[in-house]
């Protein structure tokens, strides 16, 4: 049926705030599907709370509300626009939640609003387990024995009755949060209160454990006419007993068999087919017994899910944009896929590659928390890689997790003690698959390994095959080492860091040198949805050492941005936001924009937003490579974080141009010790400070500057290390921790200016003119990271003299540093006196927020600037802001109950929102002011 021609407004609602189980996956949904939507010819509005999402620029809707998502805030939308139909599917559980509030609220019926992409039947089917369970047991599908309980004694005698293990799921909560595994009567009660306390209707779920058990999902797609396509199926490489948003997972399913895949495809079309009628995507995951292939469904989520974005970006297939336009009435085979132009959307993907996605965690932020992985989701991002095999996939997906690691072992890293290993085997936690790695490389059989982690024999043959492979190249030197082994290696994914490693004997320029002279070279192939089945034109590719290059070199002036790869805490979803605004920019400059990310939840990674996208590591060797044959202009660092900027010296060093500010001047500005200098010598007040290389230097420097002393190492991110403390000994253990963790880093010691207030500035030099584009003051006092603090743009409480200094100190910074882009200063003030803390030569977390709250595109200004096609003075920069926005972090303590939750110079935020306040009598202001003096009192 064609598109549904009544629907002329559609208001889509977002995820809110960065937390633990609903990332920036949500801000790739609801950009993607917004922008679908204008394809239409619809009139879109969108709620977000969030300020560092794509989702919430004007490029994306017509209009954008950055309000609390709350009913209230729906009512004033609704008050204020004509909207025919919400869509609540894009924005995970807290858009479905807010939907069904105000449907109980009768608010969709008082305006005359249709939901669409999902009915409210199929949410509460789904959300609430006793009436999913109950709808199994009538399909047929098959289910975990288990009881509803909405009270602590209900719980105890459904433990009693089904019997241990148990799984204690919540009803409508998301990331597992307060569900648990039970493996003894112990354990009940405590966790039985918690899942019970976590779920909003105070209902769980008390059900048997299938623990060991594989697990798959399936991403589905269903039309008006019923008809459903399979757009991926995913295997987990942890067996059940391991939330899917902490598993390692494959695509396509590896070990499935054909019967057991036709069998669940079957299952999940009779499961999305009865839980309603609607038009739009689902998730749908199941479990399989290793021993008979049984099935039995664990869950179903009626909207795009977390692995959406996972699935879209390993298929090349855009769920997001067809589920939107699914739900405006056409169907799947009216629609063309985007990607290839000549097939249908009702044509399933087909890949001829593997993709693994790895999760990546912070525990290093939360001191004290259980790190063992379970049924509650606990890591903060996540990275995808691609390749022509399991292996080649796998390694490149470790090398994408800037954890320090050139692959799955093999680069001098690898833990020897057998008694740590087979602990990490039997209590799994983020390492796991390197333990695995471990075991088999000292020796422990595959059965052993497989008998403990319950991991399939299958991929635990493969990692056993790479450890064959090791064996062989160190039987070599670099001189004898054959072309073909060294052509096996690449083709199983070791990195030239691996291979020199293994031989003791060569370095990592060596074994690229060798390679390339034996005629060993990356190609690049096609991401295109069918396999090269059909022509496609697709500007998205993954590398490999295998066949031919699909990767067309244009004789345009080119530019390559760096991704920020991994969401972490420290660097988030903000940065994408620049990512994808610096390549917006470069395309409006006459430039072919060049992507490089190995993060599946951006939107600077979909497939229409770069003129190329390559989805490969952050990581030196593929960079190297892809610049060898792309041959940019120049690369731009400035806007991915710290992952971006830790490369921009080997980028110096091989001759490769730095778009914007040099390596030099950003080093300056990233080393605390030349820091230091700098502000000396241009007369600007800091902090008394030295910098160590031992614990007896720091003590020597502490004694001389005075304590307290914030301590902390150079070249980091979110505050990564920092400490305050008050004595010798304190310092002696924190600088010892530190060079541990960073052996060859220097450690700055800073006097700690006490009581003191903090604010921050950001602004856009071109080398001759500085534009400050935002000054903010901090309510949390000096000594919490800026992160974690709230913030109010502009500045409410401090004196002009203080703002005064600030805007000189920022221009006589930009200037000192020949800044050509961004620049993000801290500030500390004491007694009306301004101390520069620190100072940020790149796209920061803030940047995004003043976007947002002066309405100005600052990031696209200092592209354009970074590029030298534009000066400052090109630019008419008016602020729209009425009032003042005010920056909120927002935190994920509830996932790790047991940590110590005080703030300090270390970030542990993941994610903000913002709000808008007009008056400074509204009462949340003064709130806010209350708690500023009562912290700088203390």
Known sequence: MPKDTSIKSVLIIGSGPIIIGQACEFDYSGSQASRSLKEEGIEVSLINSNPATIMTDPVTADHVYLLPLTTDSLVQILEERQIDAVLPTMGGQTALNLCIEADELGIWEKYNVRIIGVDINAIETTENREAFRALMVELGVGVAPSRIANSFLEGKEAGQEIGFPLVIRPSYTLGGTGGSFVHSKEEFDEALKRGLEASPTHEVLVEKAVLGWKEYELELLRDNKNDIAVICTIENFDPMGIHTGDSITVAPAMTLSDTCFQDMRNQAFKMMRAIGNFAGGCNVQFSVNPENEEIIAIEINPRVSRSSALASKATGYPIAKIAAKLALGYNLDELMNPVTKTTSAFFEPSIDYVIVKVPRWNFDKFKGADTTLGLQMKSVGEVMSIGRSFQEALQKACQSLEIGRAGLGADGKQTRNLDTIVAGLENPSWDRVFHVKDALALGVPVSSVEKITRIDRWFLMQIADLVKTESEIRRYTLQTLPKELILEAKQKGFSDYQISYLMGNATEDEVYAKRKELGISRTYKM????????????????????????????????????????????????????????????????????????????????????????????????????????????????????????????????????????????????????????????????????????????????????????????????GQGMKIVINDEELERAVVNLLGDMPGNRVLIDHFLDRAEEAESDCICDGENVQIVGLMEHIEPAGIHSGDSSAVLPPFSLSMSVTDQMREYTKRLALALNIRGLLNIQFAIKDEKVYVIEANPRASRTVPFICKAYQIPYVNIATKVMLGVNKLTDFDMVEKLEGFAIKQPVFSFNKFPKVNKELGPEMKSTGEAILFINDLQDPYFRQLYKEKSMYLSK
């Open 527 to 718: 991401v295109d949805t069918c396999a090269a089945e059909f022509p496609s034109h697709t500007n998205y590719f993954y590398s490999t050492f295998d066949g031919e290059n699909e990767s067309e070199v244009s004789d345009k002036k080119k530019i390559i941005v760096l991704g920020s790869g991994p969401n972490r805490i420290g660097q988030g979803i903000e940065f994408d936001y620049s990512c994808v605004h610096g390549l917006l920019a470069a395309k409006e400059s006459g430039y072919e924009a060049i992507m490089v990310n190995c993060n599946p939840e951006t939107v600077s990674t979909d497939f229409d937003m770069a003129d190329k996208l390559y989805f490969e590591p952050i990581f030196w060797e593929h960079l190297n490579e892809l610049i060898e044959m792309e041959n940019p202009e120049g690369v731009i660092v400035q806007l991915g974080g710290q992952t971006a900027l830790k490369l921009a010296e080997k980028l110096q060093e091989r001759g490769v141009k730095i778009i914007g500010t040099s390596f030099d001047d950003m080093d300056i500005a990233e080393d605390r010790g030349r820091f230091s200098d700098l502000l000396k010598s241009l007369d600007i007040p800091y902090p008394l400070y030295g910098v160590a290389e031992t614990a007896d230097e720091a003590i020597e420097i502490a004694n001389q500057v005075g304590y307290p002393v914030l301590v902390r190492p150079s070249y980091v991110l979110g």
